[in-house]
Nanobody, 119 residues
Framework: QVQPVESGGGLVQPGGSRRLSCAAS????????MGWHRQAPGIQRERELV?????????YYTDSVKGRFTISRDNAKNTVYLQMNSLKPEDTGVYSC???????????WGQGTQVTVFS
């Protein structure tokens, strides 16, 4: 079973940058889509898809991060990255990565990493 592990969260001031990483470990036959969701603080805030990248490199970004965030992947390292620039307070939240097993199509989630943008 694939186990994603995130890193790179922390505190950052508005306008700053942060790079998140998510490395997959475990029994990996092949990796399909990879991506990042985030859940903003507050009761009943839904988790939203921030960015994703397919096995072929096709990408998706939610409108609020277009032009500021960049998702990339290193297939040799089974790792997906999220480069976040020009951060805003509304980017605050728990960022969780997901990785799809390309053989079983099972999706595995990481535990999440907190990103806090404060002034």
């Amino acid at each position: 079973q694939v186990q994603p592990v995130e890193s790179g969260g922390g505190l950052v001031q508005p306008g700053g940058s942060r790079r998140l990483s998510c490395a997959a470990s475990g029994s990996i036959l092949g990796i399909g889509a990879m991506g990042w969701h985030r859940q903003a603080p507050g009761i009943q805030r839904e988790r939203e898809l921030v960015a994703s990248i397919g096995a072929g490199g096709d990408t998706y970004y939610t409108d609020s991060v277009k032009g500021r965030f960049t998702i990339s992947r290193d297939n040799a390292k089974n790792t997906v990255y999220l480069q976040m620039n020009s951060l805003k307070p509304e980017d605050t939240g728990v960022y969780s990565c997901y990785i799809e097993d390309s053989v079983s199509h099972t999706v595995s989630w990481g535990q999440g990493t907190q990103v806090t943008v404060f002034s």
